[in-house]
Nanobody, 115 residues
Framework: QVQLVESGGGLVQAGGSLRLSCAAS????????MGWFRQAPGKQRELVAV???????NYADSVKGRFTISRDNAKNTVYLQMNSLKPEDTAVYSC?????????WGQGTQVTVSS
């Protein structure tokens, strides 16, 4: 089976930075896209950023200019560089992998931004 393991979450002060990593392992034929979602208390899960096999990236309006998604295909790892963090960014961040018909999710990593 495919497993996704996130790392890099933690507590950071407003204005600081964090870099999340998500490493995929197992039987993966092909990756269509990898990305990040987040869910904060009282809010719906939202797409933060996605990196497709075609090389395009998409970001939520709330993180544009502050977050950057990248992928290392050789390592089946996706990263999320988060700069200028705000308390509103506090959420559980989950990694997502789409392999053209089957999707997989990580268990999530907590990001807490203090004011």
């Amino acid at each position: 089976q495919v497993q996704l393991v996130e790392s890099g979450g933690g507590l950071v002060q407003a204005g600081g930075s964090l870099r999340l990593s998500c490493a995929a392992s197992g039987s993966i034929f092909s990756i269509n896209a990898m990305g990040w979602f987040r869910q904060a208390p009282g809010k719906q899960r939202e797409l933060v950023a996605v990196d497709t096999s075609g090389g395009s990236t998409n970001y939520a309006d709330s993180v544009k200019g502050r977050f950057t998604i990248s992928r290392d295909n050789a390592k089946n790892t996706v990263y999320l560089q988060m700069n200028s963090l705000k308390p509103e960014d506090t959420a559980v961040y989950s990694c997502y992998l789409d392999d053209f018909g089957v999707d997989y999710w990580g268990q999530g990593t907590q990001v807490t931004v203090s004011s």
